[in-house]
C-alpha cells in the first residue's frame, strides 16, 4: 500500500476535525469572537471542513474516505477490505491530532469556560436526550444516508473540484435536517478520536468524557455503513 494513501486519510481527517470541532468551539467556548453563533454556524463549519478535508485527502491521492464508516460501507460494497485496518488507524490519528490541535488553537478559552458539558461537545457528540435505542437509529440514519449520498455523488464523472464541495454540502444537509437528536457523529474517528484526546490531554476543570456514550458513535455509524454497503450491493446503480 502506498504510504500516501494512508498520509492522505490522516491529514485529511485530521483538517476536519480541526476545522469542523474548531467551529464547534468557537461557538461554545466562552469569550470567543464566536460565542452563541448558533446552530447553523455549526452545521455550516462541519460542512466545509468535510470539503477541505476532501480536498487535502484528494491531493495525496487517497479516495478521501475521511470516516471508517465510508471505508467499511465500500469495503462491503466492493469484496475488499484490505484497506479496512489501515485507513481506520490513519482516520483515528488523524481525529485525534486534530482534536489536539483545537485544543492548543483556543488555549486560554478552557480555563474561562466553567460548563464541562460545553467543552465535552468541542470534542465529541452527546445526545440531546439520552435514549440509547433511539439515539443508535439516529446514527444508523444519518451514517446510511452520508454513505448513499456519497456514492450518488461520485456515481457520474464530475467537474474538478465538484466531488469535494457536493459531499461538504451533503454534510451540511444531514446537519440541518438530522443532525438535533444525536450532534450527527456519523463517523467514529470524528467522536472516538477526539473523546480520547479529551480524556488524556490536560484541559482545564474539563469534567467527565462521558465513555458511557461513546459505544453509540461508533456501532451507530458502523451499522449505518453495512446496511449502504448492502444497499450498494443490491442496487448496482451507483
Known sequence: MEINLLLGE?????ILILLGNGTVANVLLSQSKGENSGWMVITTGWGFAVMVGVFVALAFGSPAHLNPAVTIAFAVSG?????????????????????????IHHGPHWKVTKDQGIKLACFCTSPAIRNYRMNLISEIIGTFVLVLGVAAIFAKELSPGMGPLLVGALVWGIGIG???????????????GPRLAHWLLPISDKGDS??????????????GA??????????PVF
Not at 10 to 14: K, L, N, V, Y
Not at 226 to 235: D, I
Open 10 to 14: 490522516f491529514f485529511g481527517t485530521m
Open 226 to 235: 453495512v446496511l449502504a454497503g448492502l444497499f450498494l450491493l443490491a442496487f
Open 79 to 103: 469484496g475488499d477490505f484490505s484497506l479496512l485496518l489501515p485507513f481506520i488507524t490513519a482516520q483515528m490519528l488523524g481525529a485525534f491530532t486534530g482534536a489536539t490541535l483545537v485544543w
Open 178 to 192: 438530522l443532525g438535533g437528536p444525536t450532534g450527527y457523529a456519523i463517523n467514529p474517528a470524528r467522536d472516538l
Open 210 to 223: 462521558d465513555f458511557a456514550y461513546s459505544p453509540i458513535p461508533v456501532f451507530g455509524p458502523a451499522i
